[in-house]
Nanobody, 115 residues
Framework: QVRLVESGGGLVKNGDSLRLSCAAS????????MTWYRQAPGKEREMVAT????????NYADAVKGRFTISRDNTQSTVYLQMNSLKPEDTAVYYC????????WGQGTQVTVSS
């Protein structure tokens, strides 16, 4: 059974930092890339950052480049999203996604940035 469990969200102030985690289980984590998405109220879900299976390459949405860093620990089957210099427009539910088989989503973690 594949599970993706996000954690680390919360309420922070403009300029603060947060680190999200996504713990995966039920498949060979190190064989697949991982992606963080987010969805703000009234908006479509958008890609935030993606990382290859080895962690060697990352790609970011323009809105977060230079502020967010995606990383992974294949020994812990976990992917991370370090978010620095947070802005109110980063407020959203953040989801991790695995392309394994049909594709799997976590349940999401709320990030709220107050101005």
């Amino acid at each position: 059974q594949v599970r993706l469990v996000e954690s680390g969200g919360g309420l922070v102030k403009n300029g603060d930092s947060l680190r999200l985690s996504c713990a995966a289980s039920g498949y060979i984590f190190s064989n697949y890339g991982m992606t963080w998405y987010r969805q703000a109220p009234g908006k479509e879900r958008e890609m935030v950052a993606t990382i290859t299976n080895s962690g060697a390459r990352q790609n970011y949405a323009d809105a977060v480049k230079g502020r967010f860093t995606i990383s992974r620990d294949n020994t812990q089957s976990t992917v991370y999203l370090q978010m620095n210099s947070l802005k109110p427009e980063d407020t959203a539910v953040y989801y991790c996604y695995s392309p394994y088989r049909i594709g799997f989503w976590g349940q999401g973690t709320q990030v709220t940035v107050s101005s």
